[in-house]
């Protein structure tokens, strides 16, 4: 039984007063959503993430990060490490999101060498799938995303691989207000779990939990969440407002 993960995920937004605000908001309203129905975590940006672990310590809130370099520590002006993370209180780091594939040309090696170092150092990798708008209209989605996956999960074993969350997120889906529907997340989601198989065997990617994402609000979660192979969601936009977020979460509840 894989228990959903709802992720949000603040990108560049929220300071951090505004950060805690949002926190202090959030522990309150899914004080009540029970561990064993869905697992929650918020992602806000470095600089509040110190103050957004004080806010959620010791509540069934996860802290998450939005990205990490692949090394413990060095000269890495402007980087943040997995040690760094963990000292602040991360428990998830989301790695190979389409904007930073896109705005900073990360490749399938770099995400790889950055999760291999989360889980050296006990941090567990959101690892983001998805294809353009380009490659779902000219056939190439499977190819894509099958790239992405052996790419990213090159060396991986077997034993550390639940370590790891996937999240596909469609490119065009992306804060265009666009959807996929609820068939075109459950295909990719069970092609995404058929590759796992592929890599590693059954039990392993029967295990494994894989999240959509792409314009997730609360209208459109519950028939989503409904699909057998989509476990969670990893939010944005609707993640920065309590009330969207929290009826995406309860979903579950």
């Known amino acids: 039984m894989r ?8 990108k560049m937004y929220k300071n951090i007063n505004e950060a805690a605000e949002l926190a202090t908001t959030l522990k309150n309203v899914l004080k009540d959503v029970a561990a064993d129905k869905a697992e929650v975590a918020i992602c806000p940006p470095f600089t509040d993430l110190q103050v957004v672990s004080a806010v959620i310590k010791g509540t069934n809130i ?3 990060a939005q990205n990490m370099y692949a090394a413990q520590e060095g000269a890495f002006t402007g980087e943040i490490s997995p040690l760094m993370l963990r000292s ?3 428990h998830y ?3 190979g999101h389409s904007e930073r594939r896109q705005y900073f040309k990360e490749t399938n090696e770099d995400i790889n060498k950055k999760i291999k170092m989360a889980i050296e150092h006990s941090l567990f990798p959101i690892l983001c799938v998805g294809e353009k708008l380009e490659e779902r209209e000219n056939g190439t989605t499977f190819n894509v995303i099958k790239t992405q996956l052996t790419g990213c999960l090159a060396g991986i074993p077997k034993d550390k691989i639940g370590s790891i969350v996937v999240a596909y997120e469609p490119i065009w889906a992306i804060g265009t207000g666009k959807t996929a529907t609820p ?3 459950q295909e990719v989601h069970k092609f995404i779990r058929e590759t796992l198989v592929s890599l590693y065997d059954q039990v392993t990617a029967d295990a494994v939990r894989i999240q959509y994402g792409g314009s997730v609000k609360a209208d459109n979660a519950k028939t989503l969440m409904n699909m057998p192979d989509i ?10 407002k309590a009330d969207s977020f929290e009826a995406i979460v309860k979903f579950y509840k």
């Open 93 to 95: 780091v989301i790695l």
């Open 183 to 185: 068939d075109q997340a």
């Open 3 to 10: 228990t959903p993960l709802i992720a949000g995920n603040w």
């Open 231 to 240: 476990d969670g969601a990893l939010v944005g936009g609707a993640s920065l």
């Open 88 to 90: 602040a209180g991360v």
């Open 62 to 64: 996860r802290l998450g």
